[in-house]
């Protein structure tokens, strides 16, 4: 549990503030409309494996 944590330490499960995702590098980009709006019908381990997931695809994003 503790690499799921450190990939997500600086994110609020809580409140993710989908409506204020950035361009770039932004693991929300990740995150599906759909699963946006249930946000807050996941339990906190969907929610964090949803981040993880979401987070890891950010990290890997290339720009020019």
Known sequence: MKLFEDSIKN???SDPK???TSKVH???NYVPEEWRKD???FTLRERTVIAVMA???A???LWD
């Open 11 to 13: 994110i609020d499960l």
């Open 18 to 20: 989908f409506e204020n």
């Open 26 to 28: 932004d693991w929300r």
């Open 39 to 41: 946000w807050d019908r």
């Open 55 to 57: 987070e890891t695809q």
């Open 59 to 61: 990290c890997n994003e």
